[in-house]
């Protein structure tokens, strides 16, 4: 079962995506992760091959880089 989750954030560029994925995929290895920073709500897509990812462990790392994420709705 693929699980997808979405979020929305205030990443400003390519680089710092690169860098927060990097430490994204260190606690999420299993996972895919990326961002689709041309998106208006400069979107953080993770897919998961298992079960959900715990959505507070993804907004506090991407808070501690200094930035703002949160669950997007359907």
């Not at 999420?28 to 041309?38: V, Y």
Request: include cysteine.
């Amino acid at each position: 079962m693929k699980v997808v989750q979405v979020f929305k954030t205030d990443v400003p560029d390519r680089e710092t995506a690169k860098v927060i994925t990097f430490l994204l995929q260190r606690d999420f290895s299993q996972c895919r992760i990326n961002f689709d920073l041309d998106d208006c709500d400069r979107v953080l897509r993770i897919e998961s091959r298992q079960t959900s990812v715990d959505e507070m462990e993804i907004l506090l790392l991407v808070g501690l880089c200094g930035y703002h994420c949160e669950p997007l709705q359907d």
